[in-house]
């Protein structure tokens, strides 16, 4: 049985009801694969993950959390001997697509600072109080975010990104910086809960609520990390002042939990900042150079960005001279400053696609999510008279028949309404992509008839790049 079949027993067993929907969300960062289901008055996230200690942690860690009150999704089934797991659907408002939708011109709205001090209020919660009696045996891959861990993450970064971006170094002094730079952050206090992954796309909104997700990488670890994961969170791009604003609520909420020495924290704290970022660099690199994902390169310049920062205005009482200068050679590197070029270059790209329903709605391949289908089906079908059959939408005989004896016009009208409004927002805020798609039953003649006029529509009207791709033509 595939994991999709297994996915639909699983929620039908759980819901007592058929499944109406099933549909893949856009993939993350992780192999994790998601999956939307829905009955008629259910819904839930499917999870497969061919990694079953990661998902024993998740689930061992989620059960902790929910009884600690904390806002984590429910676990509604599994069968971790398939590798899956249903979880609660809390929707689709990251903080990051809350930030993304409401910022403009580079400002930080007041609504999003506040929902940012939330998530911090709770973080400590995380931290201190769920972390006293967590079963840390099931972390993986170790329990604490040791010398071990923190060799991985910068070895990550030295292979996946210096070496990938062709940033010299010498392999000895730098290694032996790591060691001085480990041993500096060794010195923090490591016995709290630490998320590991504490950053915007983690934490959802629902009801304008804060919930998390994706800490199946949590450890033991120094408080320091997680708030330097969130405030400099690449993309995010958080102005300094607010960061600098932040975290000093987030110490003032601290000191409710235990006692915090601020200088001795702060010291410490640009040090996590500055591996974080390194780890997150490895990422990048791994994503985009490694396995040619494009857009985690788009992430890149916010990174460089937060490095030159920390090189100007941070002095850590550490001596690491080789790190430093293959730190301050990336931010230099005129291969790494192309893409900050592309990131200030900007236009709209629309994905329009016709496909065919039996084959299931097609993935959006930018990873932003979101978007329109339009269901052609309610049109009639030239498909079911013999002479139009070995026809397509791309016929005039087709054409003819869609424009003079069917509601066509009226229903595209309705579907050039919605898209515009949106494109002309999405233009307006520098969004990158559209995904628009038609379906129907064969994806040959209604879907691919409206794909042709919408491109059309779109090409005559706004300055956008339109891609038109015909799923089961081509």
Request: with cysteine; charged share 30%; hydrophobic share 35%.
């Amino acid at each position: 049985m595939d994991k999709e079949k297994a996915l639909i027993k699983l929620f039908e067993d759980w819901a007592g009801e058929k499944h109406t929907e099933f549909y893949p969300l856009p993939p993350s960062g992780s192999y994790r694969e998601y999956f939307r289901i829905k009955s008629k008055s259910k819904t839930a996230i499917g999870v497969y993950n061919a990694d079953e200690k990661e998902n024993k942690a998740f689930v061992t860690f989620t059960e902790h959390f929910l009884n600690k009150g904390l806002n984590v999704p429910e676990i509604f089934a599994r069968d971790l001997k398939k590798n899956i797991y249903l979880e609660e659907d809390l929707g689709d408002i990251t903080l990051f697509s809350f930030l993304t939708a409401v910022r403009k011109n580079g400002d930080f709205p007041e609504e999003v600072f506040e929902v940012y001090k939330r998530a911090l209020e709770i973080l400590p919660r995380f931290q201190i109080e769920a972390a006293k009696d967590l079963d840390y045996s099931v972390c993986y891959p170790r329990a604490k975010f040791d010398r071990q861990s923190m060799m991985w993450d910068l070895n990550y970064f030295k292979y996946y990104f210096l070496k990938l971006a062709r940033i010299s170094f010498e392999e000895q002094a730098l290694e032996n910086d790591f060691n001085e730079f480990v041993d500096y952050l060794l010195s923090a206090k490591d016995d709290y809960f630490l998320y590991r992954d504490f950053q915007s796309r983690n934490i959802m909104l629902k009801n304008n609520t804060p919930y998390f997700i994706d800490y199946q990488g949590g450890r033991k670890g120094a408080l320091q990390y997680d708030v330097a994961s969130l405030l400099y969170d690449a993309k995010a791009d958080v102005p300094q002042v607010i960061r600098n604003e932040l975290l000093r609520h987030y110490l003032k909420r601290l000191g409710d939990f235990v006692e915090v020495n601020e200088r001795e924290f702060v010291e410490l704290y640009y040090g996590y900042v500055l591996i974080r970022i390194m780890q997150a660099c490895g990422a990048y690199g791994f994503r985009g150079f490694y396995e040619k994902k494009e857009h985690f390169l788009k992430s890149i310049p916010y990174a460089l960005e937060n490095i030159r920062w920390l090189l100007e205005n941070i002095e850590l009482p550490v001596k690491i001279p080789a790190l430093r200068k293959a730190l301050s050679e990336a931010t230099n590197s005129q291969r790494l400053k192309k893409f900050a070029v592309k990131k200030r270059e900007y236009k709209l790209k629309i994905t329009v696609y016709s496909f065919s329903y039996r084959k299931g709605i097609p993935q959006d391949s930018s990873g932003n999510g979101g978007g329109f289908v339009f269901d052609c089906r309610g049109i009639l079908n030239p498909g079911r008279y013999e002479h139009y059959k070995l026809l397509t939408g791309n016929d005039e005989e087709v054409i003819d028949f869609l424009e003079n004896k069917t509601n066509v016009k009226e229903f595209l009208n309705n579907a050039f309404a919605l898209v515009d409004m949106t494109v002309e927002n999405y233009i307006k805020r520098k969004f990158t992509h559209l995904f628009v798609g038609f379906g129907c039953t064969g994806g040959q003649h209604r879907s691919v008839y409206c794909a042709n006029q919408l491109a059309e529509h779109l090409r005559n009207n706004f300055n956008v790049n339109v891609e038109l791709i015909h799923r089961e033509l081509d």
